[in-house]
């Protein structure tokens, strides 16, 4: 956008009324901005009565093609002796509720009664705050199920608290007692119980007892 000659409050009136049909949009926001800053110095708006301010109201939302309130907005910055120009995008942040402390503390329970449930784990917090008085337990004592999990999985937890996990027995198939299977590790298999059948001639049956296989076999 460009600004032209400075116009009168009588001819941004006539310009309305002969384009009272007409549209106008700027394209590039940082451009818009300043040619709304630079006609408000032209017209003075601060020292316009209430009819010429709402009149240049009117002219800046034609113009720019910005809302009622949109152009509400950029006049009262300038009222206030603010430059009127785009405001840099600020991401919302929601302010964190548990502290690096909280989680640490957290993870040290966690180790200390070696990781229960959510629900344990939280009965556990509301009783050192609420029933032992350990202030340090006051945020944590508010802290729900589901949150506790999620503090859990944070990276300062993880720093904090590392959770070893033993091993667990494995177990092996065994080779028949007919066939011995020459792939198996003979340092598994060398006392392994097996059953040994004895026949009996007197009276013609077979007992079963245990004993160990040896590492001749025998």
């Known amino acids: 956008m ?36 630079q006609m408000l110095r032209q017209v003075r708006y ?19 093609g910005l ?7 950029l006049l009262r910055m300038y009222v206030r002796g603010e430059e009127v120009k785009p405001k840099p995008y600020r ?48 945020r944590l004592a508010r802290l729900s199920v589901a949150q506790l999990y999620r503090l859990r999985q944070s990276r300062t937890y993880r720093q904090r608290r590392v959770a070893y996990q033993p091993t667990r027995p494995h177990r092996c198939p065994l080779a028949s007692l007919g066939v011995r299977n020459q792939t198996a590790d003979r340092a598994i298999c060398e006392w392994t119980p097996c059953t040994k ?13 245990p004993w160990m296989r040896s590492r001749n076999g025998r």
């Open 91 to 138: 991401r919302h942040r929601f302010r964190q509720r548990y502290q690096r402390e909280d989680i640490e503390l957290l993870a040290e329970v966690d180790e200390a009664h070696e990781t229960l449930s959510g629900p344990a784990t939280q009965k556990i917090l509301q009783r050192a705050y609420y029933d032992f008085h350990e202030l340090r337990y006051e």
């Open 2 to 37: 460009q600004s032209g000659e400075q116009l009168s409050l009588e001819e941004i009136r006539a310009f309305l009324e002969a384009s009272d049909g007409l549209g106008f949009k700027g394209r590039v926001r940082e451009e818009v901005y300043e040619w709304v800053n």
């Open 46 to 64: 601060q020292d316009l009565k209430r009819s010429g301010r709402g009149l240049v109201r009117r002219y800046v939302s034609k113009m720019t």
């Open 67 to 73: 809302s009622r309130a949109q152009s509400t907005r």
């Open 197 to 209: 059948g004895i026949w009996t001639e007197s009276k013609g049956s077979t007992t079963s007892t």
